[in-house]
């Protein structure tokens, strides 16, 4: 079945330092895929997300790319800051199975001033 | 302001009790959903509505019962055959139409045994 596989964190990073969490996926079809962002003891926030190949999301500095070749949606910031501190989940909503979403298990991000 | 809103914030639940978990929108949206989240692990679907009174069972809705009579409620039961409800349950909604599937979420609910 359709599955996604990111990163296993916690990942920690200082101040400014360059992010990547990889997503790959598994999935039949042409699937939608998203990230979305926890913070402690909050619901989930869309961040990004892209609908097609090649398609690229973007949104307060994070950007991810939908590689279909690679199956991949991997996140990237150029300069993460402290408020960045969350739970980021990568997520795919399969190709007309009523809209549902299929997370991977999440990577935690801390950044250190 | 448009938005979910989960209730209770926080719920704790007897030994053979049944608790009930509210989620109400005003979106307008047809389609919503429940996740169960346990620590370090992602998301997993309960159970899902598409439209009023209808929904159907997601990955884990063994212990679980939902109800969806109103487009904008969608209430979440944990039964005492749920032997492990303890876990942080999140409400969500989406359109189903032109937005890719995009799922708005409420702030959660955190369940707890006594």
């Known amino acids: 079945g359709d599955s996604v596989t990111q990163m296993e964190g916690p990942v920690t990073l200082s101040e400014e330092a360059f992010l990547t969490i990889n997503c790959t996926y598994t999935a039949t079809g042409y699937p939608s895929l998203f990230w979305y962002v926890q913070y402690p003891g909050e619901g989930l926030q869309l961040l990004l997300k892209?609908?097609?190949?090649?398609d690229k999301g973007s949104n307060k500095g994070f950007e991810a790319t939908y590689r279909k070749e690679t199956t991949s949606f991997h996140l990237e910031k150029g300069s993460v800051q402290v408020s960045d501190s969350a739970v980021y989940f990568c997520?795919?909503?399969?190709?007309?199975?009523?809209?549902?979403?299929?997370f991977g298990q999440g990577t935690e991000l801390s950044v250190k001033p | 302001d448009g938005g979910i809103t989960q209730s209770p914030k926080y719920l704790f639940r007897k030994e053979g009790q049944n608790v009930t978990l509210s989620c109400e929108q005003n979106?307008?949206?047809?389609?919503m959903y429940w996740y169960r989240q346990d620590p370090g692990q992602g998301l997993r679907l309960i159970y899902y509505s598409q439209i009023v009174n209808d929904f159907q069972k997601g990955d884990i809705a063994e212990g679980y019962s939902v109800s969806r009579e109103k487009k904008e409620s969608f209430p979440l039961t944990v039964t005492s055959a749920q032997k492990n409800p303890t876990a942080f349950y999140l409400c969500?909604?989406?359109?189903?139409?032109?937005?890719?599937?995009?799922?708005?979420f409420g702030a959660g609910t955190r369940l707890s045994v006594l």
């Open positions: 969500a909604s989406s359109s189903g139409r032109g937005d890719g599937n995009i799922q708005y």
């Open positions: 997520a795919l909503s399969p190709y007309n199975q009523g809209g549902k979403l299929i």
């Open positions: 979106l307008n949206h047809d389609a």
């Open positions: 892209a609908t097609k190949a090649d």
